[in-house]
């Protein structure tokens, strides 16, 4: 369930996003998607997760502007901790659930570039 002040929040965001969508379109810059930065944190402790953000904000707002929520990137400190010191999580450590997160928004991303290719020229 959501409450008032997540809506709240989640229509901060939408508006915020639109008037970017509307930038981009104007300037015949293709969207392809939304990305769902901090979808969730992961305890290093315990591995618990919680949707200190609230829970599927993204993929609502893409369904409901007809794009694709293209992937979600956690906030664990893993990331925060490696991304100051210059060395990327998909490098540092690639067969973890973070690499394995920005690998597969890359896929989306990569996956989606043929259709806008005719934007692009």
Same mark, same amino acid.
């Given at each position: 369930t959501?409450?008032?002040?997540?809506m709240e %929040?989640e229509?901060? +965001?939408?508006s915020?996003?639109?008037r /970017?969508?509307?930038?981009y379109n %104007?300037v015949s810059?293709p969207v392809l998607?939304?990305v769902?930065?901090?979808s969730?944190?992961?305890?290093?402790?315990c591995?618990h997760?919680?949707?200190?953000?609230?829970e599927? /904000?993204?993929?609502? +707002?893409?369904?409901?502007?007809?794009l *694709?929520? +293209?992937g979600?990137?956690?906030?664990?400190?893993?990331?925060? *901790? +490696?991304s100051?010191?210059g060395k #990327?999580?998909?490098?540092?450590? #690639?067969d973890? #659930?973070?690499?394995?997160?920005y690998l597969?928004l890359?896929e989306s991303?990569?996956?989606?570039l043929p *259709?806008k290719t005719?934007e692009f020229?």
């Amino acid at each position: 369930t959501h409450t008032h002040t997540q809506m709240e %929040k989640e229509n901060g +965001l939408k508006s915020t996003f639109i008037r /970017g969508v509307t930038m981009y379109n %104007k300037v015949s810059v293709p969207v392809l998607g939304i990305v769902q930065n901090m979808s969730h944190y992961v305890c290093p402790n315990c591995q618990h997760v919680s949707h200190v953000f609230g829970e599927g /904000g993204a993929a609502r +707002l893409a369904q409901e502007l007809g794009l *694709e929520c +293209l992937g979600d990137i956690p906030l664990t400190q893993s990331i925060r *901790e +490696l991304s100051d010191a210059g060395k #990327p999580v998909v490098v540092s450590q #690639p067969d973890g #659930p973070e690499a394995q997160a920005y690998l597969r928004l890359a896929e989306s991303v990569l996956a989606k570039l043929p *259709e806008k290719t005719d934007e692009f020229g």
